[in-house]
């Protein structure tokens, strides 16, 4: 037998994302590709964690993470979400949101068991489907308010369809789902006995008045739902990769085992300084995040439409898809190239995130920077106008 490479890396491909994020590096540019946060961590969450350090948090934590997290959790998730979720059972805490995916899609699909995705999709979630051998199968919505309707859903169903994803707000869109499409998924998902796998890291990122709905609120629903969140954008700490995931127990069990084999445990002063920055930071912290990410938005998509790039304005999240087509080049990648050489401004080509050819009309801008950042990126992007 020759050495070669397993065949579980041939369905995998480094992500555009971290592509274009090299790109830009390479030309010195202002990298609007990878969300990366370039906002500051609050100081409560870091002198949390240096705090812990040096009082010996420094050692492996449970499987599901530090009692302390899981408890502040446990509170946040019935006062913000309105899930009840036991800290000793029902909560495990991960190495990021994608590790906590990584974690529950190991424990609850088989090879080849199909996943319903609504496109444009966040490219890791494909990947860690393709990882762990299931089927991703696409739903898709219509630009540029990322619209769909029930039949979709009932288009893409399979015998061997076991799970739908809903990321909501979401990356890339920045699409916050609506009431009425999350009651047509449940239904759907009652109708069909799926898993509904929630992507809910970007809930304090709501624009333009909206409100953070948790799947897992909506009858019926709690007992098939695993709820996925996270500190890294909130807190401004992409670096430290805590994220979580909830589920009932009997889920949560087999979720737990799985987090253990892959990571151990999340790194333990820094789940002490997540939990720090829990419960103490006011709720006027998140409400000055999402006024303050609204007014980022707004300048620039003002800039690309300046600029003849039209945004698909974005409701949640801190991305934008804006439409490319009028750039030279015959697919999003070579415009993208185009882009940074004309402007030294990376953003990921939409081909990353469609399964079809309507990406090559698009592509994600990340506009989770500094005020001073963010302004040179309009003066820039608007030169193109």
């Not at 739908?164 to 239904?187: C, F, H, M």
Request: negative net charge.
């Amino acid at each position: 037998m020759s050495r070669e490479l397993s065949w579980r890396i041939e369905g995998l491909s480094q992500a555009e994302i971290r592509a274009m994020t090299i790109a830009c590096d390479w030309v010195k540019g202002i990298n609007m590709a990878q969300g990366v946060c370039d906002t500051p961590a609050p100081r409560t969450v870091l002198q949390g964690a240096q705090r812990a350090i040096e009082q010996g948090v420094n050692t492996y934590t449970r499987y599901d993470g530090l009692a302390v997290l899981r408890e502040a959790l446990a509170r946040k998730l019935a006062d913000y979400n309105g899930v009840t979720a036991d800290p000793e059972t029902e909560i495990t805490v991960s190495a990021g949101a994608t590790g906590s995916f990584h974690a529950a899609c190991l424990a609850l699909l088989n090879p080849g068991d199909e996943v319903l995705v609504f496109e444009p999709f966040y490219a890791y979630h494909i990947q860690v489907l393709v990882a762990v051998e299931a089927v991703p199968r696409f739903v898709p919505m219509r630009a540029p308010d990322w619209t769909f309707a029930p039949e979709d859903l009932d288009r893409a169903v399979t015998v061997r369809t076991k799970a739908i994803l809903v990321n909501t707000p979401g990356n890339p869109s920045g699409k916050v789902y609506s009431r009425a499409e999350l009651d047509w998924i449940a239904a759907f998902a009652a109708k069909h006995d799926l898993f509904v796998f929630t992507d809910e890291i970007y809930e304090y990122f709501l624009f333009d008045g909206r409100r953070h709905v948790s799947f897992a609120t909506l009858p019926g629903m709690a007992e098939r739902t695993i709820t996925i969140g996270g500190y890294s954008k909130t807190f401004s700490i992409t670096g430290w990769r805590i994220g979580y995931s909830v589920a009932e127990a009997r889920w949560a069990q087999a979720i737990g085992a799985m987090n253990d084999l892959l990571y151990v445990c999340a790194p333990a002063p820094l789940q002490y300084g997540v939990a720090v920055g829990i419960d103490e930071l006011p709720r006027s912290f998140y409400d000055d995040l999402a006024r303050d990410y609204q007014g980022k938005r707004d300048r620039f998509c003002r800039s690309l439409a300046k600029a003849g790039l039209p945004p698909s304005i974005p409701q949640g999240a801190y991305y934008v898809l804006a439409d490319v087509s009028r750039l030279p080049g015959v697919t999003s990648k070579e415009r993208a190239m185009y882009l940074l050489d004309k402007t030294g401004l990376a953003g990921v080509p939409g081909e990353a995130f469609f399964e079809e050819e309507t990406g090559k009309c698009f592509m994600r801008f990340c506009f989770a920077k500094t005020d001073a950042i963010l302004d040179e990126a309009c003066r820039r992007i608007e030169k193109l106008g």
